[in-house]
């Protein structure tokens, strides 16, 4: 099914959407993998890597949040509205503002513990971002419970979009995922 212009996402909406997609799964891995490591050199750097998109995923969600609030994405085409039962579209209205939500919560709250953990952030080793609190060895551990588990929520609510994303273009075969595919309609 090939929807009109009107019914799809703008290309810079999509663009954020995917480069935002790639960045958080990568992210999200490399914060696992890291984990895992022994204390080296090739931690350190992984480290400041997984900082590095973080604070990268952090100046895109703030574009594509701007971007949103100024361009009015579209509606859900209307035979689609009309055949979602109500609890589809509560979830899909709070999983798109959770994942907003998450876009800052993830990426702050580890700047912020890094603050706390005494360890500067400095974006792609040139610009040494502002401590955002003081040296706190207990607000630090704090912060790493929120990032750590506010990155599983997000990639739980990822999963979630992705499989609705999947039974409307497998199963419904509505069309609805085609809205944000560049190259399309």
Do not use: C
Request: no cysteine.
């Amino acid at each position: 099914m090939s929807l009109p212009s009107s019914k799809r996402y703008t290309r810079t909406a999509m663009l954020l959407h995917w480069v935002l997609a790639v960045a958080i799964l990568g992210t999200f891995a490399v914060g696992l993998y890291v984990g895992d490591l022994p204390f080296s050199l090739r931690k350190l750097q992984l480290i400041n890597w997984h900082k590095w998109a973080g604070v990268t995923i952090l100046v895109l969600s703030v574009a594509r949040l701007l971007w949103r609030v100024t361009h009015r994405p579209p509606g859900l085409p209307a035979a689609i509205d009309l055949a979602m039962p109500g609890w589809q579209k509560a979830a899909y209205h709070a999983t798109h503002h959770l994942l907003y939500l998450l876009f800052f919560i993830v990426p702050v709250a580890g700047w912020t513990y890094s603050s706390a953990k005494g360890f500067p952030v400095v974006w792609f080793g040139v610009l040494r971002l502002p401590d955002l609190v003081a040296k706190d060895d207990g607000l630090a551990k704090l912060l790493w419970t929120v990032h750590e588990w506010s990155a599983y929520a997000l990639i739980a609510l990822v999963a979630l979009h992705v499989a609705a994303a999947l039974k409307h273009h497998v199963i419904d075969r509505d069309g609805l995922l085609e809205r944000m595919l560049p190259g399309r309609g």
